[in-house]
């Protein structure tokens, strides 16, 4: 295993467990599937031995160990495969991006993912079911859905199980799900702390856990600030562009506007982009904005969007390492709930108060 | 189980023992048999936590007296333990150091997870050097200068709350009752108060505000503060008080003289005791967040930070105290 690299100082920076495939691929400057070719000793692939090398080098820097090395062939162990539930694949970018976070993970310590979508349907759940109790080789289930909420899990699962992004009443299973109230606080606070004293917030649909979660960070954000809350600067948004637009009019008409917007997500920060254009505002002289969840996109808006990143590989991978450290090493977690925050992406849309007004002046 | 009591008119406790099987009760069979069904009428399900390595959850306090604030914090603490699979073990340490000692000899020789060092009034502690050593969050306290992360409410956003829901109703004299004045919740909604004035363009005026009183009590003080504050020249439209209790000495005040809340005088309150919805008007005040409080603190020590108790890692939060608007509040006549 890797253990022996964890001691050597270039390795300090993968502090949340062992380097991946990634990481290397990061490091090397080259495509993670030309390191996956690379040590796993591919043949009939054409790769420039200097990038062969560049590879070998990156892994030997971090202490990446392919993971094959411990597998089955060697030890002859049959219980591989992972069994990975899932509602609906195409709710949004993200599911897939966490399903890949926990196909490399599971990758890289010789698992691999059966993925079941069964968009919660009661009898595509029993069918899978049925399917994993016959296979021997399966070691526990992640059951993962697109957003986070409240699942009923289907009952009769007498193997270990981990729950991605959502959670169940009973608190009986570990749960993984992103931070959107420390995410939305760190959200707020950076607006906060560019001198923002009126931030209105363009949140997602009220039901969902996801926009009640954000509505507390922003809310624990100003109270840590020492500013009130005014409901007059929240509203309730449909995650859409055209929800963003719509109330960004609403609260530009306040006699006391905000000096910064900030949405529930990237979709609902286009919108406002669009909204403050057409008030004749410019971005981020006249007008900070914010969005969540840094999509592909909002690199390319213009000006390119103040955001937060949704932690989607680290939670694929969280899910996998909780699930293996349970059914492999009958280690519990710490915590029944794990909550993962994402980083604060900050580009052009967002501006300190003092620059807004020199920029004007 | 609060559910079941409710529909039974029974105590909660009562529920429990039954649900919970407890042995040596005095619960009378038909109870029991009424408790059992609407049980399962509710679909009421025993909730079973899978125990943790073990491990407890340590709380430090200095003392639990008779606030009822201090059975959220404890109830909030246990309520988030137990929904992770940890129970706690509650020390009361009077605040002083050799106790705080030999309560952290006492946890560390065993499987500990951590934690949480909390007060009943909120203040600037400073904790035990050994903390250090474990996982630590600090709830209702904090401390500047120390790596740990904390919690309190937000009272000077209370303060600024309460003083713009007078202000927004019309008032432009208005009063304020302070706690005594080493209490730092105290000063911080004096701040909040002097702070919403002036961003309604209102100088505070020192007489509007009463801060020393001849006795301890707060009904008493109350009593007092509003008498004071009636005979001005030129009295308030509108008090502020630190606490429900302050608030409810100075309903007597107003009804003594023959003055009605709200109408010729409007108060709000602080802290929302179960006494403050019985008022005659309700009392309009504001909630203190214990419960959310303690299960954030309980949440960030499990969060398992990479470095515990690193200075980076310290989150200082503060959680707002909303409003709970009844009827004590009405526009100056």
Redo the contacts between chains.
Sequence with gaps: MAKDAQSSHSNARW??GKPTMTDVARLAGVSQSSVSLVLNDLSGTRISPDTRLRVIEAARQIGYKVPSMRGNAATGRERDVIAYFLDDISTNVQTSMVLEGARDYAFEQGYVLAVYVTRSNGESESAAIAAIKRDRSVIGIVYASGFLRRVALPAALDLPVVLLNCYDD???HVSIQPNYISGMFNATEHLIQLGHQRIGFINGEPWMDTAADRLKGY??A???A????DPRLVRDGDWLPSSGYQHTRDLLAHKNPPTAILCGNDQMAFGVLEAARDAGLKVPEDLSVMGYDNQDLSRFSRPPLSTLAMPNLELGQRAVEALIDIAVHGK?P??????IEGPLVPRASTASVRAMRRMIA | MSDIANRLGVSQATVSLVLNNAPGTRISKETRARVLAVAEELGYQKTRFPQRNGQVIGMLIDGVTTSKHVASLLEGVRDEAAANGFVVAVIQTMGMPETELAALDYLMARPLAGIIYASLIMRAVKPPERLREIPTVLLNCHAAKEPYSSVIPGDFAGGFAATSLLLEAGHRRIGMMTGETWIEASRERLRGYSEALAAHDIAVDDSLVVSRFSSAIPFARGREGANRLLDLPNPPTAVFCFQDRTAAGAYEAAYSRGLKVPDDLSIVGFDNEDFSASLRPPLTTLTLPHDEMARWAVQRLLEQPDAPNAASNAKRLKIECPVVSRQSVAAPK
């Excluded at chain 1, 020492?226 to 809350?229: A, C, I, K, L, W």
């Excluded at chain 1, 710490?334 to 909550?339: E, F």
């Design positions: 502090r949340h009973l608190r009986q809310r624990q100003l109270a840590t020492d500013f009130v809350f519990q710490r915590a029944l709930t794990i909550k």
